[in-house]
């Protein structure tokens, strides 16, 4: 035997203890009912308006108020500061947000950790530079004035499809916030509290308008226009549209009482419905918080039980990555974790129109959504992903199966973009202009085609023989389009090169495209050129706004896998594969998972970010299986 057959079955023997280990603790975590979910965490400001709200609805406890605050303190940085992710910089709405909320709690202003959390946000331009989302809270408390806020008419409800700015040019989630903002900001409601924040102003100007021959500029004066127009509304008109945006939230709200599944429209449809006369007992708003119940996380700590809200759940999207995993693992595809996770995944498709009809009015529903309840919003993404493990799984009833599976497919397929792209949950949703309006100055609000789900849906149309078809074919021209000109690509839901390699490498590879392809060789050297020292890979989320951060963070057990997805799909079993591999085993936790308080999600580039808990391990899984499957 030579060294180098030696060295190799090392490192296989290493993968192989590992991956049994992983294994045996993600069967652990399988819900009796068939799913998966880990938890989705984000940022405090979950907490933080959480708690708001609560005060704002008269519904705050003692209990629940002294638990979120003892996260949101822990969560605090060293400068006083809170980020949006861990290790990351401070953020000035966020630290904002929790300082409030601390004062909500009883903390006192001139406590060390709040006297620091007011001075680095003076030294950030204090209260007046934060986001509009944030002022609209304190505007709701008497913290901040409505007429300094961007005007926000309910007549927005019957603007046309074809129309700039109808409702069904904003991403989903950003119209299900938009429309109960409506209601709240022409209301304009103060519930005043015991405490101000005359401390956090820096007495900084308002920033001067914008050239009126820019759009920013435009609509700014705009936005006058319509403050103006608020103060005369024609209150038939006006009356009617809060009826129907009223009546718009209401026909959206999901079976477990929530809208979108997500924390920013549900809190904004709350406030809106109880503003407009749902008392709290009624149906719509018990339902409503009886769901964000649900989505809180309770966990003892050694100072007391914290409590904190997740923004979101993903147990469709967590289920498929892990029924994915444990088939690249080597389990029988007729194992019971895996037929129970087939069961549950059949139960979840959604085969009823919801918003993404208004644009393909003739395309038959089919699909699946990332969260328990969200049939309104099913995604190409989750979709992709559901029938890439769905068709490899031997089902007692394979017809219901395979019928669910196709409808899917051309679902999926029928949800293209006319560029060839697909974004994840409308298509056409690529109405830039949004962002010149003074109130969007947080988070994408469009829905764009993106390099990494274009690729799942890819990789699911090659899976199933659609290679050649026209929508895969357009799929394959835009991924290449829109490779960057360093080889990677931009990874739009995950962080965020590797992420995109780690999508489209495969998905070109099962495409037909060779792995000697020039396209595909340059992301792989980009792959070989931003492997840490240590032999894993990591990214950090600064890498969305600073290209000196790309490819660049510490070593995670998430991105790792990535990078070995694409590696593997490739062909290249390397020295750079191998570190890779053996990175995972030497970090891995006597528990079979590892590590990663890292965030490695993304919800907004740039600005939201989230930690998966369950990326940790599925893609470990999918990574090892693969390259012990030789």
Not at 56 to 66: D, P, Q
Not at 167 to 192: G, H, K, M, S
Not at 543 to 572: F, H, I, K, M, N
Request: aromatic share 10%; hydrophobic share 45%.
């Amino acid at each position: 035997m030579t060294l180098v057959d030696s060295v190799s079955l090392d490192v296989h023997a290493s993968a192989r203890a590992t991956l049994d280990r992983a294994v045996e603790h993600l069967r652990l975590l399988q819900d009796a009912a068939g799913w998966w979910k880990g938890e989705l965490e984000t940022n405090v400001t979950m907490d933080a308006e959480d708690l708001l709200l609560r005060e704002f609805l008269g519904i705050r406890t003692a209990i629940e108020t002294a638990a979120a605050a003892r996260w949101i303190r822990s969560q605090q940085r060293d400068d006083g500061s809170w980020a949006n992710y861990y290790g990351g910089p401070g953020d000035l709405s966020t630290t904002v947000e929790a300082w409030v909320a601390l004062r909500l709690a009883g903390d006192d202003a001139s406590a060390p950790h709040m006297a620091a959390a007011n001075e680095w946000i003076l030294a950030g331009g204090g209260v007046e530079r934060t986001r509009v989302f944030t002022r609209i809270w304190l505007a709701l408390f008497g913290l901040w004035s409505w007429d300094d806020l961007p005007s926000l008419p309910p007549e927005i409800v019957y603007l046309p499809r074809w129309f700039p700015f109808n409702v069904y040019d904003w991403a989903c989630w950003a119209r299900q916030t938009i429309v109960p903002l409506t209601i709240v900001a022409t209301l304009r409601p103060v519930r005043p509290l015991p405490f101000g924040i005359d401390e956090l102003r820096s007495g900084a100007a308002p920033d001067p308008l914008l050239p009126l021959r820019s759009w920013g500029g435009v609509f700014q004066r705009i936005d006058k226009a319509l403050h103006a127009y608020a103060r005369h509304a024609f209150q038939p008109l006006r009356r009617r549209a809060m009826r129907r945006c009223v009546q718009w939230i209401l026909d959206r709200q999901e079976a477990d009482g929530s809208w979108g599944g997500i924390q920013p429209p549900w809190v904004y449809s709350l406030l809106a419905l109880h503003l407009s006369g749902h008392p709290l007992d009624s149906p719509a708003v018990a339902a409503g918080l009886r769901g964000l119940d649900g989505f809180l996380v309770h966990e003892p700590t050694p100072h007391g039980v914290v409590r904190r809200l997740e923004a979101c759940q993903s147990p469709v999207w967590d289920t498929g990555l892990a029924l994915t995993a444990l088939l690249d693992a080597g389990v029988p595809p007729d194992d019971p974790a895996v037929a129970r996770a087939a069961d549950w995944l059949l139960g979840e498709e959604i085969t009823v129109p919801g918003d993404w009809s208004v644009r393909r009015p003739e395309l038959a529903p089919g699909g699946w959504a990332f969260e328990f309840a969200n049939d309104g919003y099913p995604d190409t993404d989750d979709t992709a992903e559901v029938v890439l493990a769905l068709r490899r799984v031997e089902h007692p009833d394979r017809a219901r199966l395979r019928a669910a599976v196709d409808r899917g497919v051309r679902w999926t397929a029928g949800m293209q973009s006319r560029d060839g792209g697909w974004g994840a949950f409308d298509a056409d949703n690529t109405r830039e202009l949004a962002y010149k309006l003074p109130f969007c100055d947080f988070g994408a609000v469009i829905d764009p085609p993106s390099a990494d789900v274009t690729a799942h849906v890819v990789e699911m149309l090659a899976a199933e023989g659609l290679q050649d078809s026209p929508e895969a074919l357009r799929g394959v021209r835009w991924l290449l389009d829109a490779q960057e000109p360093d080889g990677s690509w931009f990874g739009r839901w995950g962080c965020n090169y590797v992420y995109g390699i780690g999508a489209v490498v495969p998905a070109l590879v099962a495409a037909g495209l060779a792995p000697t392809d020039p396209r595909i060789r340059r992301a792989l050297d980009w792959l070989a050129a931003h492997q840490n020292d240590d032999g894993g890979w990591g990214e950090d989320m600064r890498s969305y706004d600073d290209p000196a951060w790309a490819g660049r963070g510490e070593s995670t057990a998430s991105q790792t896998a990535w990078a070995l997805l694409a590696l593997l799909a490739a062909g290249e079993r390397t020295d750079v594969a191998d570190r890779g591999v053996l990175w995972l085993a030497r970090t891995q936790r006597a528990d079979g998972t590892w590590d990663e308080p890292w965030f490695t999600g993304t919800g907004f580039p740039g600005d939201f970010f989230i930690n998966y808990h369950l990326y940790r391990l599925v893609f470990p899984v999918s990574a090892l299986g693969r390259y012990l499957d030789e």
